[in-house]
């Protein structure tokens, strides 16, 4: 395939202005499949734009187009470097039975990846707060978006579909930039079994971090995702509630309860209750036959670049859990903390 084909930039597009009460100019650009027509069951693809490297993008919003009906769920990560040139190409994770010879296999980033935003079960809108907003371009190491889409099922002959997002965007400096660290596991949920999958990680840069917004992401066995931030002394640990919710409920980013700033020595956990109702073990994996245990957490921080660290990922059941974690936690939260 052509590989500038694709390469749109965001300089260039046709905008609409609008202007809201700071007077800043907010772009609006439409990032959205390139009419695929998947020919598989649970086909991932990824699409992607290249931004202009000269300038700095903030992007300050994001709004979904897409129904639960067609896509699984959306992903849209940052790359130093896009998984492939091609202007659409198939970026599951563990899908050998599953590849789709219309596409060529990769995963969404060769380098630097990491996550902007995700969407799920008809999440609508999210707008982050006044001053922040995602740096990208030329003081970033994100230099391509890439917007995966996770179709479920294979289409009829001849339909395609142009899921995706609409970004808005400014050139204008914001002060605050964002950030977003996903926290998860792999492991197995056995069989009739109510299990817990847990991660936790130290967070050891010279940052502060204002976190905002979190959203939960599991299947069908998912009661309850809850992240926290654990602030460390002699007296012990307190666990401190970012935010805990049913992930049936809609996939968005929801406030956080707690905006007390998080910084170096904090860790960072999450735990995600599994109900498993099956009389089969299910594993994490990447259909929706399989499990995920995902808490996402933005944040922003003030004049600075956001977390090196953009993932906390814990082998899960039956290898890890808190109590058995390096960091030799104490008082962890049983089942029955204040949900909300
Ligand atoms: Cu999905
Ligand atoms: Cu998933």
């Known amino acids: 395939m052509e590989s500038y084909k694709f390469v749109i930039s965001l300089l260039f597009t046709i905008s609409i202005f609008r202007f809201d009460a700071l007077a800043n ?10 009419n695929v027509s998947p020919n ?3 086909l991932y693809l990824c699409t992607p734009i290249r931004i202009a490297p000269q300038k700095n993008f903030y992007v300050v919003g994001f709004k979904p187009n897409a129904s639960m009906h067609t896509a699984h769920h959306m992903l849209l990560y940052g790359c130093s470097q896009p998984g492939s040139n091609d202007s659409a190409w ?12 219309r596409y060529n296999t990769a995963s969404p980033c060769k380098s630097g990846s990491q996550i902007v935003y995700a969407w799920a ?6 707008q982050l707060p006044p001053d922040v907003g995602f740096l990208i371009g ?9 917007l995966q889409v996770h179709y479920m099922t294979k289409f009829p002959e001849g339909k395609t579909d142009n899921s995706g997002v609409f970004l808005e965007y400014t050139t204008e400096r914001m002060p605050r930039q964002a950030g977003v660290i ?30 905002f917004a979190f959203r939960t992401h599991t299947h069908s066995l998912g009661t309850e995702v809850s992240g926290f931030v654990v602030r460390r002394s002699r007296k012990g640990d307190i ?3 970012l935010g805990s919710k049913n992930p049936q409920l809609p996939q968005m980013f929801y406030p956080v309860v707690s905006r007390t700033p998080i910084t170096t020595n904090d860790v960072l956990a999450a735990r995600c209750v599994m109900n498993n109702t099956h009389t ?41 859990y808190w109590s058995r974690a390096p960091q030799n936690f104490d008082r962890i939260p049983g089942r029955d903390f204040n949900v909300l």
């Not at 100019?25 to 390139?34: A, G, I, K, Q, S």
């Not at 079960?121 to 999210?126: E, G, K």
């Open 138 to 146: 030329r003081d970033s190491p994100i230099k391509y978006l890439v």
């Open 40 to 42: 598989k069951d649970e």
């Open 280 to 320: 089969h073990a299910v594993s994490i994996g990447a259909t929706h036959k399989d499990e995920m245990c995902n808490f996402y957490l933005m944040y922003w921080v003030q004049d600075d670049s956001p977390l090196e660290q953009k993932y906390c990922f814990s082998p899960g059941p039956p290898y890890y």
């Open 121 to 126: 079960r008809d999440a609508p809108r999210l």
């Open 90 to 101: 198939s970026c599951g994770e563990m899908q050998s039975n599953e590849i789709d010879d």
């Open 182 to 211: 996903l926290l998860g596991t792999s492991g197995v949920i056995p069989p009739n079994k109510v299990e817990h999958m847990e991660t936790a990680c130290t967070i050891n840069e010279d940052k502060v971090i204002h976190p």
């Open 25 to 34: 100019e907010v772009d609006t650009y439409d990032f959205l499949m390139p």
């Open 239 to 241: 666990w401190e509630l």
